[in-house]
């Protein structure tokens, strides 16, 4: 995948040099979402730092750079994922080959990054997938703006429903 820039935004591969900046962004991340009504998606502790070196170790784990520093963070992949294939509701328009998104999150500073994030990944394959917590509202309605189609519900291993979309 190569990076590329969008005004000042540039998308490279995390390394585990980037831990502690996204131990902090994503510890950023979880106290806006509960001050937004939704303290349960991430809980007080996920993603951990363990998840975060795993997802680094396998290529997946992504940030946003904004002048040297971590604007966003998030997991793209290619390979599929388990939890989508069975879903409640109208389910996938495609059942082809598909992007997926995970635990995105941004410093919260630039107006713009999680969108320039999804429309990265978009622009990496053919159709993306992406969920969220039901109240995950400011999420939802990015997904929304951004022409994302809400196609039903996943659940994850643990059995926890998550709003499912599409683009």
């Keep these: 995948m190569s990076m590329n820039h969008t005004g000042h935004l540039l998308i490279r591969h995390a390394n585990p040099k980037d831990l502690p900046a996204l131990e902090q962004l994503y510890a950023r991340a979880r106290a806006f979402m509960a001050a937004s009504g939704n303290p349960h998606q991430w809980g007080d502790d996920k993603p951990t730092a363990e998840e975060l070196l795993e997802s680094i170790r396998r290529g997946h784990g ?5 002048n040297g520093q971590i604007a966003a963070a ?3 992949h290619t390979q599929g994922d388990p939890t989508y294939d069975s ?7 495609d059942q082809g080959p598909y992007g997926v998104v995970h635990r995105i ?17 978009r622009a990496h394959c053919r159709q993306v997938r992406i ?7 400011p999420m939802q309605h ?4 951004m ?3 809400h196609c039903g ?5 643990d059995g926890s429903p998550r709003l499912a979309y599409y683009l």
């Design 87 to 93: 879903i409640e509701g109208e389910g996938w328009p």
């Design 74 to 76: 998030f997991v793209f």
């Design 142 to 145: 990015l997904l929304d703006k």
């Design 62 to 66: 992504f940030v946003c750079m904004e």
């Design 147 to 149: 022409g994302f189609t």
């Design 105 to 121: 999150a941004t410093g919260g500073a630039r107006h713009g990054v999680a969108a320039h994030c999804l429309a990265w990944s």
């Design 153 to 157: 519900t996943i659940y994850l291993e």
């Design 131 to 137: 969920d969220t917590h039901e109240k995950n509202i």
